[in-house]
């Protein structure tokens, strides 16, 4: 069995960070402390380096069908990017198809995920209410899925709920202690403002990030807030895109998570002329919502970040399509 001692590097612990040595025997991490002895171990130096433990990346998708293509990375090869990372788990989604059962889909996905490096956990996908949803929740849990993920948008791709059908989702997890993961943009927000460019014939980059406002997120927001209070059932909002969605979803008491693209990067970057390779929604947005969204990073409020790792080639994204044409990731 192995003995390995990390030397030297500044060690992010749960209660805080220094500079210490690990030792690890096997596949086990025997020590952690200051100047530990080093006999009989390969030490490895990591001065001046950061040392984590193994990262969670709480939102991915691999290998999944948008649009006419497939995200680009399976779970082979994205979970080797991953551990590159420090990544060590990733938890992706399951894609609920037509004439499947959610048990199936799940088993599908975990099938798929078997090619994984890293481990892999996953969230269920639930794009349409069917008769005996309790049920087949229970065989979820049974199968290790705990949360489930419903769309408050994407009418035309079929996956979206209405707000009654997501609360009778969300009674059901509240008496099973499941978790309801919500994609937050209002759909009917968003037609409005789509209606407008589309008449104008204004499909660029740009045009993306305007049909999709700040308002459709804070108004999904809102609405999950209250069915978060009828129901009790603890609701995550996956990739905040927005300081006002954050305001909101903190007043609301619900779980946020939001991803490195809205942290670092804004709108501006639609103009640039590869802006196209930029689209995914929820979109970019303004230096100002960006810079705030800092804060709840800062505060604890955002519980998690998750890359929300979706990739393309530019060949799957050629510059000039309208905006409603790009793939999204
Ligand atoms: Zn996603």
């Not at 968003?190 to 406002?213: F, K, M």
């Amino acid at each position: 069995m192995g003995e390995w001692i990390f030397a030297g590097g500044t060690v992010v612990r749960s209660t805080g960070v220094e500079i210490a040595d690990i030792r690890v025997s096997g596949d086990t991490i025997s020590a952690v402390g200051p100047h530990l002895p080093a006999e009989g171990a390969d030490v490895i130096d990591c001065r001046g380096r950061w040392v984590f433990p193994g990262l969670v990346d709480p939102h991915t998708h691999m290998g999944i069908p948008i649009k006419q293509v497939r995200s680009r990375d399976d779970f082979a090869s994205g979970s080797r990017a991953a551990l590159q990372g420090g990544v060590t788990t990733l938890i992706d989604f399951t894609v609920w198809e037509a004439r499947q059962s959610l048990e199936e889909s799940i088993r599908q996905r975990q099938a798929e995920a078997a090619s994984s490096l890293a481990d892999v956990s996953l969230h269920a996908n639930i794009t349409r209410l069917e008769s005996g949803l309790a049920d087949a929740i229970e065989t979820a849990f049974g199968l290790g899925v705990v949360s489930f993920k419903v769309f408050t948008t994407y009418r035309e791709a079929g996956m979206m709920l209405e707000y009654p059908q997501i609360r009778e989702v969300a009674e059901i997890l509240a008496v099973r202690g499941g978790v309801l993961q919500v994609h937050a943009e209002d759909d009917r927000l968003i037609q409005e403002a789509t209606a407008p460019l589309v008449a104008a014939g204004s499909a660029s980059p740009r045009d993306h990030g305007r049909s999709r406002p700040v308002a459709a997120e804070v108004e999904a927001i809102r609405r999950l807030g209250t069915l978060h209070d009828v129901t009790g059932c603890p609701v995550y909002i996956v990739h905040l895109s927005s300081a006002a969605g954050w305001e909101a979803a903190r007043e609301e008491n619900l779980l946020m998570e939001t991803c490195p693209q809205y942290l670092l990067l804004d709108e501006r970057s639609y103009e640039a002329p590869d802006g196209h390779m930029f689209v995914a929604s929820p979109p970019l947005r303004s230096p100002e919502e960006r810079d705030r969204l800092w804060e709840g990073i800062k505060d604890g409020s955002i519980a998690a970040v998750g890359t929300d790792h979706c990739p393309f080639c530019r060949r799957d994204k050629p510059a000039g399509l309208p905006f409603q044409d790009i793939p999204n990731g």
